[in-house]
């Protein structure tokens, strides 16, 4: 299809740029939805945004999970197609999407047997549980579009098309746009369902995105339509799926418990403390969401080329994407450390001290934010080579380190001793990063020999 992209011959830089470019903005349109949500809900009542915030960790770990297949369908896909190797193409897909759908089968059972216990772990006020509740039974019914839509657009990203999905996505944001305030509020001839609207709004979009999938999949004849997903499960490519995914889904877990736990800290600080955490974390995703998408490209171009044994186009796009993250890291540093105080001043003009506490947050952690890119975008080379496990290994590590480095920092620079703990840890997985992957390399002469003794898989497609 004339969307793909390229990977495997041709100018390295450009092929690169015309693939991130729809992947960063898909990943600003992933964020977009749960501030939509947030928006809305903020109208209907504080009771609501508590209601659905406490939901909210549930999801992340669904979407966790979800990791599993994708990255296990990312990595062998863009390698067997890098090959030309159709059998295996085939087998990767349908044992990806099996290995799917049997772990969505085994979260719904969870949260469906103990919906009432995990939100009950909150022990929130009887009005707010009501809420949680009526919005995750909602979510619970949908979680076949949170596990479907992903794995879809993998089959795309892998084989260079990152345009499709982005289209897609944002299809299902608009969807959900203009359904949320007629589902919350009632208007017209909606019912007014309050937090259950929203969740309905948030489970159709992700329908309307698998239903579109399936739509193109016909029209176009992709691989996805003509598999039989029901034939006997191959275990050895099961179990590749899992050795794939398993690291990077305990990555995002980890990631969301150690969150938990750095909002009490910032807690114990106040209201502006908190205030001044929530929007400044949203202004750094700015980087670190563009850093994902590039990774994302930079995966799929290793996977392919390394499929393809093309080892020194793997070099040459190691060099061009350390420049590109080098420049682009160092400009988004320079900006947050320079304009702190105006970018906080713009999104709360009228307390000075959320403005003084952001602005700290901002320029502490703009130290970091070069090793910051230089961790995501490295993490996408090894992921694309199927060298899974080094780069979760590296980031679980040193997230977890945030929270002693930030018991020890509070007590003598307060709640800046917390946001230095941040800066801290991303500068040394950035830094590490790098030398893992100049290990790795040197160990297997530029990926050329022992690969398997490295690996996160059990059967290699290549």
């Known amino acids: 299809m004339s969307r793909r992209v390229n990977l495997l011959e041709g100018d390295i830089l450009s092929s690169m740029i015309k693939m991130s470019l729809p992947l960063m903005a898909t990943a600003f349109i992933q964020i977009a939805y749960s501030l939509v949500d947030l928006i809305w809900l903020g109208k209907l009542s504080t009771d609501a945004v508590a209601a659905v915030g406490c939901v909210g960790f549930f999801v992340w770990i669904a979407q966790a999970l979800t990791l599993i297949a994708k990255t296990g369908l990312s990595v062998g896909m863009s390698q067997a197609y890098g090959k030309s190797d159709k059998e295996g193409l085939v087998s990767i897909l349908r044992s990806g999407f099996q290995v799917n759908f049997i772990i969505y089968v085994l979260i719904t059972l969870i949260f469906l047997i103990f919906r009432k216990n995990l939100i009950g772990f909150y022990k929130l006020d009887p009005s707010v549980e009501i809420l949680a509740l009526e919005y995750f039974d909602v979510i619970i019914a949908g979680l076949i579009f949170l596990f479907l839509a992903p794995a879809l657009s993998t089959c795309f990203y892998s084989v260079g098309d990152s345009t499709l999905p982005f289209r897609i996505s944002a299809i299902a944001l608009i969807t959900n746009i203009i359904l949320d305030p007629l589902l919350i509020f009632g208007i ?9 609207g929203a969740a309905i709004a948030t ?5 309307i995105q698998v239903v579109l999938y399936i739509a193109v999949g016909i029209k176009h004849n992709e691989i996805y339509v003509k598999i039989n997903f029901f034939e006997k499960i191959d275990k050895t490519f099961c179990l590749d799926i899992l050795s794939l995914g398993i690291p990077i889904c305990l990555t995002s877990i980890v990631h969301a418990l150690i969150g938990i736990k750095l909002n009490s800290y910032v807690a114990s600080f106040g209201a502006a403390a908190i205030a001044a955490y929530t929007i400044g974390a949203q202004i750094e995703s700015v980087s670190w969401m563009s850093a994902e998408g590039f990774a994302t490209a930079i995966s799929t171009f290793f996977g392919q080329n390394y499929g393809a044994g093309q080892y020194e186009r793997l070099r040459e796009a190691r060099n061009k994407s350390l420049e590109i993250l ?26 000075p001290e959320v403005i003084a506490i952001g602005s700290n947050y901002l320029k ?12 995501i975008g490295v993490t996408g080379m090894l992921n694309g080579l199927g060298l899974t496990r080094y780069p979760a290994f590296n980031t679980v590590i040193f997230n977890v380190m945030r929270i002693p480095i930030a018991l020890a920092l509070m007590p003598i620079l307060g709640v800046n001793g917390l946001w230095a703990s941040m800066s801290i840890s991303s500068f040394i997985k950035g830094f590490v990063m790098l030398i893992i992957y100049n290990v790795l390399r040197n160990k297997t002469d530029g990926f050329r020999n022992n690969m398997s003794k490295y690996v996160s898989r ?5």
């Open 364 to 375: 502490i952690n703009a130290i970091s934010e070069l090793f910051l890119a230089y961790e």
């Open 458 to 462: 059990v059967k290699s497609v290549v």
């Open 326 to 351: 080098t420049i682009a890291g160092l400009i988004i540093s320079s900006l947050m450390f320079i304009f702190s105080r105006q970018i906080f001043e713009f999104f709360i003009p009228v307390d």
């Open 203 to 207: 489970v159709f979009a992700q329908f």
């Open 188 to 196: 017209g001839i909606f019912p007014k369902l309050g937090v259950r």
